[in-house]
């Protein structure tokens, strides 16, 4: 079992919220860009999510998670001190910083929550790092602070204009890259992006044009987490790769996205079903 010690929801509309976990093995060995698999109790749902930080010397783990869906709704309600059954990690391959100087990380909603410990990293290595974080509307910002102190330039910005700037993540990115030649200035030598899919697919074509390196991270749908069940699969580079051993991180440039974006929506329907469902014996929707 393993021990909530802090809960925090991070933005004002409460979707997002932070857990710091009591997992010494897995704070031991964590690294940004790896992620864990946790279960609420011992019937639920086997969930990934990316490790958002660790403190190797107090064993623990923070992980930031949306509530998207019944599982991660039910995560919502534990409290500090509560426990859950499982946390296993850390998974998949750490994101590589080696040899980089200037980067641009852009986030989108949830996804800056995974993008801020690879940017704080790579800050604290002394990396050159722009930070573009992008949010639908100002209730759901998170990270202000944190994403301020983990970069050299932070540019926030809301599809409605409600916060930072207006517009999406890739009219930024762009303006940055130009700039860069404009002035003078060196030119990113990678740019990292974590959000939504879509959001990822037209920031790989926003840097495409200019041949910079850009690393996405991948978000499929995963089971086992451990390469075993072909879940996750993606195409990269026209061969299949699994997200959970593989990666998540891959060359934004050789991702089919076409069947990366089919594959999601492949189970919508039942993901809505079994929000709504009830449970017919414990009459709750845990688990039911
Ligand atoms: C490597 C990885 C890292 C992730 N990191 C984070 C994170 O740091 N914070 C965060 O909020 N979310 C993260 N996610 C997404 C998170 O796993 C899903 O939001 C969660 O599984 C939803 O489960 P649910 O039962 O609440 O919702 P559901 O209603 O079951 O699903 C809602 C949506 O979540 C996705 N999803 C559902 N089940 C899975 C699954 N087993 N694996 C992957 N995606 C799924 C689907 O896109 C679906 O449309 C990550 C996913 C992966 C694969
Ligand atoms: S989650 Fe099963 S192979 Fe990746």
Redesign the pocket.
Known sequence: MYKVVTKRFLNDSKTICLFEIEAPLVARHAQAGQFVIFRLDEQGERVPVSVAGYDREKGTVTVMVQAAGRSTKMLHTVEEGDYISDFAGPLGKATEMEGLKKVCVVGGGVGCAIAYPIAKEMHAKGIDVTFIAGFRSADIVILKEELKAASNKLIMCTDDGSYGEKGFTTVYLKQEIENNIAQGLPQFDRVIAIGPDIMMKFLADVTRPYEISTIISLDPI????????????VIVDGETR????DGPDFDAHKVDFDSLLKRAAFYTDEQNEAAQHICNITGGKRNG
């Open positions: 995963m089971v086992d987490g451990t390469g075993m069940c072909g879940c996750c699969r699994f997200a959970c051993v």
